[in-house]
């Protein structure tokens, strides 16, 4: 600590008291500086071995994502907590499917254009492989996003001989098809960072594939060729969570070395207790002489089986095993169950089956906040990533077959979630619509239906048991909720 002028001046008189000035004034700035600062960012003892490398989103990737793809692929296929964690997102996520439904400013043509898009969508001619509809096809991108961390959907245009009603088709591309090792600036100015080329603005406008997947062992011979596909042909859908990441990453790797090391950690108990377990019992002799046996020439058995009776010979003793016991096991394995639960979003329930420590409070609260991280993988993922520019793909494909869907647009409609106690949450939901909180609409789509088709078949029922004259106590225009029939009040059911 510096000494300035007025601590010179008190030096004269009391060498003491500047000393004490000085070390005063050091002590103060030593405190200020430490409560100025993290604590996280401090350097010790207890942090000297933590490297914190300030690198990009997409250096980090770059380097790791080959290796975290691969060790996800091998957990999933087989550890079975890896396995149900990555099912648990794609069956709450996609389930039956996102239904999508075509609304505009005129019913007959959002009708119209709503069933061609039905017609194209639910038949397997949609994937170019052949094998899947609309919703078999997100279900597949929803697995590859948790599973390797991003999948590539790229758009084929059909024969016309195909006899597709709308020319377009999807095919499903492992992301192990794009280059990555591929990063050049070519000439034209545009810059390729993992097989993914950019414009001198940033956005992208090519991804560089390769034509085999580099992981087929095929005894057909390889091409190994690159291919530049514009990005107005490929749909990349992946998390991201970083800002200008341009790769995704498997939703395992927070948890794949804690899933290895509880994978190698059951396999050790179970080991250990089977070999515990050959070892029944153990025979001691405490007389070495090999004369000393008076039952000359007789064996002792080897092998115990029910109801046996063994004779022993003079200086023999049989002493029992006693297996190591796996007391804390079951405690180990739940926290570590739970922090791979955490990695991956999902509940610890789900994820394990076990609802042992479950009750209806506890339930719901888990459900909610599951909910959220569902919402959120919909709307940012399959609807924002896939969906949406899929309309986009299908209305240009309808208007080259001669349609006109011009001023439509797609409604999402979410897979149902069922009801922890549908006798608790009907009753609120019908509260929710009389006070004007939500709308019949809404609430049929909360339920995964379609809402312009189940008011329609609503409406098509009511006619026809109004003209069949049947009044049943669950038609609320005729009961009320407990059956009762409702009273006209002198008003005509039909103008006169």
């Known amino acids: 600590m510096a000494v300035n002028w007025l601590d010179n001046i008190i030096g004269v008189f009391s060498p003491v008291s500047k000393a004490r000035r000085v070390r005063a004034r050091a002590v103060s700035a030593l405190i200020e500086n430490h409560l100025r600062k993290y604590e996280g960012a401090s350097v010790g003892r207890r942090t000297k071995n933590w490297r914190t490398p300030s690198s990009s989103a997409n250096t980090e990737i770059a380097q790791s994502l080959p290796a975290l793809r691969n060790r996800s692929r091998a957990l999933v296929r087989d550890n079975c907590y890896a396995k149900r964690g990555i099912s648990v997102i794609r069956e709450n996520v996609v389930g039956t499917g996102i239904i999508m439904q075509v609304n505009g400013p005129s019913e007959s043509k959002s009708r119209k254009i709503d069933s061609l898009f039905d017609s194209w969508a639910e038949e397997t001619w949609i994937d170019y492989d052949g094998r899947h509809d609309i919703y078999g096809l997100q279900s597949l991108a929803i697995t590859a996003v948790a599973e390797s961390g991003e999948v590539l959907i790229r758009r084929r245009r059909p024969k016309s001989s195909d006899n597709i009603p709308v020319p377009l088709q999807l095919q499903v591309l492992e992301a192990d098809h794009l280059d990555g090792s591929i990063n050049a600036e070519p000439a034209k100015g545009n810059t390729i960072i993992q097989g993914i080329e950019f414009d001198s603005n940033g956005q992208r406008v090519a991804y560089h594939l390769t034509s085999d997947h580099p992981g087929d062992q095929n005894i057909r011979q390889k091409s190994g060729k690159t291919v530049r596909i514009p990005a107005s042909d490929i749909l990349h859908l992946y998390e991201c969570t970083r800002a200008g990441q341009i790769r995704g990453v498997p939703w395992l790797a927070p948890a794949i070395i804690k899933l290895r090391d509880l994978d190698e950690f059951e396999d050790a108990?179970?080991?250990?207790?089977?070999?515990?377990?050959?070892?029944?019992?153990?025979i001691q002799d405490s007389d070495f002489a090999s004369d000393s046996n008076p039952i000359a020439g007789e064996q002792l058995?080897?092998?115990?089986?029910?109801?046996?009776?063994?004779?022993?010979?003079?200086?023999?003793?049989?002493?029992?095993?006693?297996?190591?016991?796996?007391?804390?096991?079951k405690e180990f394995i739940s926290v570590h169950l739970m922090a791979i639960a955490s990695a991956l979003g999902v509940t610890y329930e789900a994820l394990t089956g076990d609802l042992s420590q479950v009750n209806f409070s506890s339930a719901r609260m888990g459900w909610l906040e599951f909910q959220?991280?569902?919402?959120?993988?919909?709307?940012?993922?399959?609807?924002?990533?896939?969906?949406?520019?899929?309309?986009?793909w299908f209305v240009q494909a309808a208007s080259l077959a001669g349609y006109d869907p011009a001023r439509l647009y797609p409604a999402m409609t979410m897979p149902r979630r069922e009801m922890i106690d549908p006798t608790k949450e009907i009753p609120a939901t019908i509260k929710a619509i009389?006070?004007?909180l939500m709308t019949l609409p809404e609430a049929i789509k909360m339920y995964g239906y379609d809402a312009h088709k189940q008011l329609a078949e609503i409406a098509a029922t009511n006619t026809e048991i109004d003209k069949l004259g049947l009044t049943l106590d669950s038609d609320p225009r005729r009961t009320n909720p407990s059956g009762e029939a409702i009273q006209n009040e002198g008003k005509p059911d039909e103008e006169d």
């Open 269 to 282: 108990q179970l080991v250990r207790q089977k070999i515990a377990a050959c070892f029944a019992a153990f």
């Open 301 to 329: 058995v080897e092998k115990l089986e029910p109801g046996i009776i063994e004779h022993l010979p003079a200086g023999k003793e049989i002493t029992f095993g006693n297996p190591p016991g796996v007391q804390g096991y």
């Open 372 to 392: 959220r991280n569902i919402t959120g993988w919909q709307q940012r993922i399959m609807v924002a990533q896939f969906l949406r520019p899929l309309w986009g």
């Open 434 to 436: 009389r006070a004007g």
